[in-house]
């Protein structure tokens, strides 16, 4: 069977993120896997950004998540909500 491509998404860009950390204990227990952690740092969603160009981490991104066989996806609970950084990289 074909190894399958795992990309963790955590909606926390903290080092010690308990979201994270949730991430890649899910991973481990799939076993062998393609495993890639998603870089969430990206630039705020702007328009004009966009129409100037798609920064190369979002079409990086972008291209991430089509090659994925599995997507595992973790926020923090941000005011009631997911997180800011999750939720722009939605965007
Ligand atoms: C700005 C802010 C808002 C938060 N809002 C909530 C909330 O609405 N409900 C909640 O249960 N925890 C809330 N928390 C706590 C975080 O969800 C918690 O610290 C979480 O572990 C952070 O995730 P991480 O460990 O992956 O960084 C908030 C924390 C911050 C910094």
Same mark, same amino acid.
């Given at each position: 069977?074909?190894?399958?491509?795992?990309?963790?998404?955590?909606?926390?860009?903290? /080092? #010690?993120?308990?979201?994270?950390?949730?991430?890649?204990?899910?991973? !481990?227990?799939?076993?062998? $896997? +393609? @495993?890639? &952690?998603?870089?969430?740092?990206?630039?705020?969603?702007?328009?004009?950004? /966009? #129409?100037?160009?798609?920064?190369?981490?979002?079409?990086?991104?972008? !291209?991430?998540?089509?090659? $994925? +066989? @599995?997507? &595992?996806?973790?926020?923090?609970?941000?005011?009631?909500?997911?997180?800011?950084?999750?939720?722009?990289?939605?965007?």
């Amino acid at each position: 069977m074909a190894i399958p491509k795992i990309l963790g998404i955590s909606g926390s860009l903290r /080092e #010690a993120s308990f979201n994270t950390q949730l991430i890649k204990a899910a991973i !481990a227990s799939y076993g062998t $896997a +393609d @495993v890639e &952690i998603a870089d969430l740092n990206l630039p705020l969603y702007d328009g004009d950004l /966009e #129409a100037k160009g798609i920064p190369e981490m979002v079409t990086k991104l972008g !291209a991430q998540i089509a090659a $994925a +066989d @599995v997507l &595992i996806v973790a926020s923090p609970e941000y005011n009631k909500g997911i997180s800011g950084v999750l939720k722009n990289a939605l965007d």
